[in-house]
């Protein structure tokens, strides 16, 4: 059971399962052909490749025997490098995606750029937090993210408020598909004692937070 839970923790890692939200995002938009080939990639560098690059190093610096257990498992201040790292790139890859030309996103390229904003003040809540010596888990913090962003596009896209929302119960089943994730990653975080519970607690409010004030923000309620 161990076993699985760690495989769990590691397949639905915050790397992961950023980029498996993004690959059904970019499905939903109108890209094609080789504009599409290109997004899908840009987006696994993005997502996946790089930050597991720049982990690698991180970890590499603190303990040279690099195991995958490691990128679920850091160290207090390895955290704190990592948050800061991450918020930098992730305000460099924003501008990168928003400077993006109509044929790769098309008019869902506010959706993708309301994301991107939120992700870059959840890490940076958490780095708040860290800075605080508050630990929160990152996987629930990631699951319920992208959770509650599924919840908000089924409702309303930035950028197409003026269209109907045709993808609405497409949205809905990919947050039924973060629920289930966000309950296994809570479930093999506890059980492999990676994290608290309160912890965990910390993770789910500031990726529950982060999208709903991010959106408020956006449509000025």
Not at 30 to 42: E, P, R, W
Not at 71 to 82: G, N, P, T, V
Not at 95 to 103: M, N, T
Request: net charge positive; proline share 3%.
């Amino acid at each position: 059971m161990i076993k699985f839970a760690k495989f769990f923790s590691v397949f639905f890692h915050p790397l992961f399962l950023t980029f498996y939200n993004f690959l059904y995002f970019i499905f939903l938009t109108d890209a094609k052909g080789a504009a599409l080939g290109f997004v899908i990639t840009l987006f696994f560098l993005a997502c996946v490749m790089i930050p597991i690059f720049y982990t690698v190093m991180i970890v590499y610096k603190e303990n040279r025997d690099v195991e995958w257990e490691q990128f679920s498992d850091l160290s207090m201040l390895s955290r704190k490098k990592l948050l800061a790292y991450t918020i930098i790139y992730n305000v460099i890859f924003l501008l990168f995606v928003i400077s993006l030309s109509h044929p790769f996103l098309g008019d869902y390229k506010p959706m993708f750029a309301s994301v991107l904003m939120a992700f870059v003040f959840s890490m940076m809540l958490s780095f708040v937090l860290h800075l605080l010596n508050i630990k929160n888990s990152l996987h629930a913090l990631n699951a319920s993210f992208f959770l509650v962003y599924c919840l908000i596009f089924s409702w309303k896209i930035p950028g197409i408020e003026s269209l109907e929302n045709t993808k609405e119960t497409l949205f809905l089943i990919f947050a039924g598909v973060n629920f289930i994730a966000l309950i296994g990653v809570i479930w093999a975080r506890l059980f492999t004692k990676a994290h608290t519970v309160k912890e965990i607690g910390y993770g789910l409010l500031v990726g529950i937070l982060s999208p709903v004030i991010l959106t408020l923000l956006t449509y000025g309620i």
